[in-house]
């Protein structure tokens, strides 16, 4: 095994296009940086993966957990290493035909505390900063208290309170000359303008005569320091003159000590605290005068006036449209690729741009004109598409990172027929009677009259600017607008349309007449002219010559509906309607819809084959950093559609037997019953593989250190749900009463050797390997369906992390190194032994890994095959037929045929093996569709198997001694 591997470059054909044959994404922070992850480099590529794709590496807030709160997109984040050590790490991944793909922001930089220096220019200089039009602002908002200022809401606790409890304090750095307001580790600049008015509190006959003197020309020099009105050469001018000056203030202050303290007692001046309102006024005055406006955070909601990403304030958008806000972000990356050490880009949050499609040709385009050699940049989109929502053929990208197909694939595990038993038994067992459509639409009025009431609002004042230019429509006032923006927004069934100056494509008219027409049916008392004047907006329409109104305004407010529609979608959808609507969690999932409950075989085959066929270079993912549960956690949740029966059951006995646990908070049990059995959904889908199938359940199982881990991971995951949901706690009011009595709930139940935990144990003897047969078939679709196969880190074991920070802890790569040398070994030895070891011993994850390594070895040593080879649905009749998904690849004389069992899986573990032999005795494998194939070798098993002679394969002879079967023709894989 070990020579054919390295001789995998002579072996397989060279597809080119630059394109991966399989990507693996890996969260970087201080323990995971350039240098650890080189010396993981040979297990990758000794795993098969031929990207790696990682997030955002460019510099960050210090600290971050994520890198996507980046502060300079042309420097690498010292808290993972210098750009040498980068270098090496593109040297080692060269050495091995590696390829690097990076996570780039687009869409959003870091601000606050004191770490992005163009957003401190722009607090410093306002308009007159060269950076004013880099960050999405709206410098001239109708409230005149924020005309020519932005808003930071990045207090604790009310203006008064911060400014009278002395937490706001004016400071003086020597070294640069310059004054700053500082508030814990946020630092606001004072304007060199306004200089003066500090320094007029400098005892000036306490100094000699040349201080000053000096100090006093200094501070009328700085009193001259006017921008506004001035053109951009002038305005240059003067901020090239405030540099020079405020470098004579630091010598002056640096070589005249007196002259130092003298400044900072007048600073001092302007530090108040309780008692000391004089104080308090010079500051609050001296801040009155900035290009800023600070405030409490929870203002943010409804007054601030720049676009942030979803509702984070320190997250604030910028506007890459703009050509020199592209030039600028994108650099480094450029330079990266014309160096040949960045090979492909995943682009954050598409969504989030003006003109998505114009941005990916500048992009490519950019790209391709510094690329050496015959590969192209690899481009993919996070793009969330709603339901039968389809990526725009007219962006020139490989597709998006997969969470449509993603959804696709965890629908095959749920059976349709069983969604009446579980909606029934939820809403009997919740009180929760309304539909899921209504829990969205309700969401969705929430984050807009609440979390993101502002952004409604300046969308409210573009239209009511436009409206009030034509005497049409000059009696629309801006509140009727607001509502019916609002209703719109509600009405939308997709995140976003994508409008252009180009104009309106069919599929968007299509969802803008929906969203209008809906709106009208359901609130009859919004003006109908109303409602078509906001369709010939939102279609451009009324861009046309003679509609009155002006081309350009109509276009630009069109477009910047749509950067607003997104987030609240997001916001509404993925953060508030999944954590609140709970017939079965693991549908509600970023890119899914609970709608959807299940899948046909020929509605999941028709999609992948469209899929293939548009996008055949799309990644295929089954789990992300964004997603609200590990792939294996939704494979088991999937499961309970296979014994709703006994679920319910055990549900019903769980909440008679935790009633002690339950406490009354405000009139009410806590939890309450919806919150409650997320949990159990949550216990169940989560519980390590290592106490699966354990023969005794005691005191003394699982170990006090492992139980008390998992606890704190289940409680933290709670708190976090409760507040998304925003019903009984949120992030913006957390009920902390609420809070504690769920974690009390969840310690409490989760006991050592309690009654609850030894139920819960019981019946994941059952549930268990369900789940397990479950993520083994989802991981062999993943790496043989059309499409570039994506691993999140970590998930070549099984993975039962829950949503962000949880699935974001470290990977233990040791194991994993070890397991793959293990099974790389034995791989050569006793096939047979080998996999029964693997499917008696299934909970350590070693059988995952194999599959895994297997296909990742089959996609290396023939990359056309998976490239290029085309989709073919492959029939499967007989008895116990149901639930078996079959296709086939073909490239050339090259044949591969996946079939997985998918549902109807009670008694996938006999003896404690996970098997799936006897499950489907009398199905068949029909060879119609590969007819010119006849002799297959099996993968996993590595049997020679030979077609029947009515041209057929029975099933269950291909899962005898394995769950899954990768079977293929034409292909000498073994040496």
């Known amino acids: 095994?070990?020579?054919?591997?390295?001789?995998?470059?002579?072996?397989?054909?060279?597809?080119?296009?630059?394109?991966?044959?399989?990507?693996?994404?890996?969260?970087?922070?201080?323990?995971?940086?350039?240098?650890?992850?080189?010396?993981?480099?040979?297990?990758?590529?000794r795993l098969g993966i031929s990207h790696l794709y990682t997030s955002p590496f460019l510099e960050a807030r210090s600290g971050s957990p994520h890198g996507y709160d980046v502060t300079d997109h042309n420097a690498f984040n010292p808290e993972l290493g210098s750009e040498a050590d980068f270098d090496e790490l593109a040297a080692g991944l060269a050495s091995r035909d590696m390829g690097l793909i990076l996570d780039f922001v687009a869409n959003h930089m870091g601000v606050g505390k004191a770490d992005n220096n163009r957003w401190q220019d722009v607090l410093e200089w306002g308009e007159a900063s060269p950076f004013a039009g880099f960050f999405d602002i709206d410098w001239h908002s109708p409230n005149a208290l924020l005309r020519g200022k932005v808003l930071l809401p990045f207090l604790g606790q009310s203006y008064g309170k911060v400014l009278e409890g002395g937490e706001l304090q004016l400071g003086f750095d020597a070294?640069?000359?310059?004054?700053?307001?500082?508030?814990?580790?946020?630092?606001?600049?004072?304007?060199?303008?306004?200089?003066?008015?500090?320094?007029?509190?400098?005892?000036?006959?306490?100094?000699s005569g040349s201080a000053r003197s000096e100090l006093a020309?200094?501070?009328?020099?700085?009193?001259?320091?006017?921008?506004?009105?001035?053109?951009?050469?002038?305005?240059?001018?003067?901020?090239?003159?405030?540099?020079?000056?405020?470098?004579?203030?630091?010598?002056?202050?640096?070589?005249?000590?007196?002259?130092?303290?003298q400044i900072e007692r007048a600073v001092a001046l302007h530090n108040g605290g309780p008692g000391q309102h004089a104080n308090c006024l010079r500051l609050h005055r001296l801040l009155q005068k900035q290009a800023y406006r600070l405030s409490w955070w929870r203002v943010a909601s409804d007054n601030i006036n720049y676009r942030r990403f979803f509702d984070i304030n320190d997250l604030v958008t910028i506007r890459t449209e703009r050509a020199e806000v592209f030039d600028n972000i994108h650099r480094l990356v450029l330079r990266l690729i014309a160096e040949g050490k960045l090979h492909g880009l995943?682009?954050?949050?598409?969504?989030?741009?003006s003109d998505?499609?114009?941005?990916?040709?500048?992009?490519?385009?950019?790209?391709?004109?510094?690329?050496?050699?015959?590969?192209?940049?690899?481009?993919?989109?996070?793009?969330?598409?709603?339901?039968?929502?389809?990526?725009?053929?007219?962006?020139?990208?490989?597709?998006?990172?997969?969470?449509?197909?993603?959804?696709?694939?965890?629908?095959?595990?749920?059976?349709?027929?069983?969604?009446?038993?579980?909606?029934?038994?939820?809403?009997?067992?919740?009180?929760?009677?309304?539909?899921?459509?209504e829990t969205l639409a309700s969401a969705k009025r929430q984050v807009i009259d609440h979390l993101l009431a502002s952004d409604i609002q300046v969308l409210s004042n573009l239209f009511s600017r436009l409206a009030e230019s034509n005497w049409h429509t000059r009696d629309f006032t801006l509140a009727s607008l607001r509502r019916a923006l609002a209703e719109i927004i509600v009405s939308l069934p997709v995140y976003r349309t994508y409008v252009d100056p180009r104009g309106c494509g069919a599929s968007d008219r299509h969802e803008i007449h929906q969203a209008i027409s809906s709106t009208k049916k359901r609130n009859p008392l919004i003006n109908n002219e109303l409602l078509d004047f906001i369709r010939g907006v939102l279609?451009?329409?009324?861009?046309?010559?003679?509609?009155?109104?002006?081309?350009?305004?109509?276009?630009?407010?069109?477009?910047?509906f749509q950067q607003y529609s997104g987030p609240i979608m997001a916001k509404s959808l993925e953060d508030t309607a999944f954590y609140r609507h709970m017939v079965l969690a693991s549908l509600n999932e970023v890119g899914g819809d609970p709608r959807h409950f299940g899948t046909s075989m020929e509605d999941f085959h028709r999609f992948i084959d469209e899929r293939g066929k548009q996008w055949p270079h799309a990644m295929i993912t089954t789990a992300t950093h964004d997603s609200k549960r590990g792939e294996?956690?939704?494979?088991?949740?999937?499961?309970?559609?296979?014994?709703?029966?006994?679920?319910?059951?055990?549900?019903?006995?769980?909440?008679?037997?935790?009633?002690?646990?339950?406490?009354?908070?405000?009139?009410?049990?806590?939890?309450?019953?919806?919150?409650?059995?997320?949990?159990?959904?949550?216990?169940?889908?989560?519980?390590?593989?290592?106490?699966?199938?354990?023969?005794?359940?005691?005191?003394?199982?699982?170990?006090?250190?492992?139980?008390?881990?998992?606890?704190?991971?289940?409680?933290?995951?709670?708190?976090?749900?409760?507040?998304?949901?925003?019903?009984?706690?949120?992030?913006?009011?957390?009920?902390q009463t609420y809070e504690e009595a769920l974690s009390s709930f969840v310690s409490g139940i989760l006991e050592p050797g309690g009654v609850f935990l030894k139920s819960l144990l019981e019946?994941?003897?059952?549930?268990?390997?369900?789940?397990?047969?479950?993520?083994?078939?989802?991981?062999?679709?993943?790496?043989?369906?059309?499409?570039?196969?994506?691993?999140?880190?970590?998930?070549?074991?099984?993975?039962?992390?829950?949503?962000?920070?949880?699935?974001?802890?470290?990977?233990?790569?040791?194991?994993?190194?070890?397991?793959?040398?293990?099974?790389?070994?034995?791989?050569?030895?006793?096939?047979?032994?080998?996999?029964?070891?693997?499917?008696?011993?299934?909970?350590?994850?070693?059988?995952?890994?194999?599959?895994?390594?297997?296909?990742?070895?089959?996609?290396?040593?023939?990359?056309?095959?998976?490239?290029?080879?085309?989709?073919?649905?492959?029939?499967?009749?007989?008895?116990?037929?149901?639930?078996?998904?079959?296709?086939?690849?073909?490239?050339?004389?090259?044949?591969?045929?996946?079939?997985?069992?998918?549902?109807?899986?009670?008694?996938a573990a006999k003896a404690g093996r996970l098997t799936a032999a006897g499950l489907y005795e009398g199905a068949g494998v029909s060879l119609k569709a590969v007819n010119d194939h006849q002799q297959w070798h099996n993968l996993f098993t590595g049997d020679q198997i030979t077609a029947e002679a009515n041209g057929e394969l029975a099933v269950s002879d291909l899962l005898a001694k394995f769950p899954v079967a990768v079977l293929h023709s034409g292909i000498p894989f073994y040496e």
Not at 346 to 353: A, E, K, T, V, Y
Not at 539 to 560: E, P, W, Y
């Open 763 to 907: 019946f994941m003897q059952v549930l268990g390997p369900l789940g397990a047969l479950n993520g083994l078939a989802q991981t062999a679709l993943k790496f043989t369906l059309p499409g570039v196969p994506d691993l999140y880190q970590g998930t070549e074991l099984w993975d039962l992390n829950l949503v962000d920070p949880d699935n974001r802890r470290p990977v233990d790569y040791g194991v994993r190194e070890q397991m793959l040398r293990q099974l790389s070994e034995s791989a050569d030895g006793n096939r047979d032994g080998l996999v029964a070891e693997l499917a008696n011993g299934w909970p350590d994850g070693r059988i995952k890994l194999y599959v895994t390594w297997q296909l990742l070895e089959l996609r290396r040593r023939h990359p056309g095959l998976f490239l290029h080879g085309s989709y073919e649905p492959v029939h499967i009749h007989g008895d116990n037929s149901h639930g078996l998904c079959a296709f086939a690849r073909h490239y050339h004389d090259q044949c591969l045929l996946t079939v997985v069992p998918c549902l109807c899986k009670t008694g």
């Open 632 to 735: 294996d956690v939704r494979a088991r949740l999937n499961a309970l559609t296979e014994i709703p029966e006994l679920w319910r059951r055990k549900v019903e006995e769980w909440i008679s037997l935790n009633g002690c646990h339950r406490v009354s908070v405000d009139a009410v049990d806590a939890p309450v019953r919806n919150d409650e059995y997320l949990l159990y959904q949550t216990l169940a889908g989560s519980i390590p593989m290592e106490w699966v199938g354990s023969a005794s359940y005691d005191s003394s199982f699982p170990d006090t250190a492992a139980l008390d881990d998992y606890r704190q991971r289940i409680e933290g995951y709670m708190i976090k749900a409760v507040r998304e949901a925003k019903l009984n706690s949120s992030w913006a009011h957390p009920n």
């Open 539 to 560: 279609t451009t329409d009324l861009a046309r010559s003679r509609s009155g109104f002006n081309r350009n305004q109509v276009i630009r407010i069109a477009m910047k």
């Open 217 to 261: 020309e200094l501070s009328a020099a700085f009193r001259t320091l006017r921008t506004a009105g001035l053109s951009g050469r002038r305005q240059r001018e003067v901020r090239q003159r405030a540099e020079a000056l405020k470098e004579q203030l630091a010598s002056l202050a640096q070589g005249m000590p007196e002259v130092k303290e």
């Open 175 to 207: 070294s640069q000359g310059s004054f700053a307001v500082s508030y814990f580790d946020h630092l606001f600049p004072v304007a060199p303008r306004h200089y003066a008015r500090i320094l007029s509190g400098v005892s000036s006959n306490i100094l």
């Open 1 to 45: 095994m070990e020579r054919a591997m390295t001789e995998r470059a002579t072996l397989s054909d060279n597809p080119g296009s630059g394109t991966p044959r399989a990507t693996y994404r890996l969260q970087l922070d201080s323990r995971l940086g350039f240098t650890e992850v080189r010396r993981l480099l040979s297990y990758f590529d």
């Open 346 to 353: 995943r682009i954050d949050h598409i969504d989030g741009l």
């Open 356 to 437: 998505p499609r114009h941005y990916c040709e500048k992009l490519r385009n950019a790209a391709a004109s510094r690329e050496s050699g015959g590969d192209s940049l690899y481009l993919v989109v996070e793009k969330i598409l709603a339901h039968g929502e389809v990526l725009r053929t007219d962006w020139p990208v490989a597709g998006t990172t997969g969470y449509e197909v993603l959804n696709r694939i965890n629908s095959l595990f749920v059976e349709p027929a069983s969604e009446n038993v579980l909606q029934t038994f939820y809403h009997q067992l919740t009180g929760m009677g309304e539909s899921f459509d």
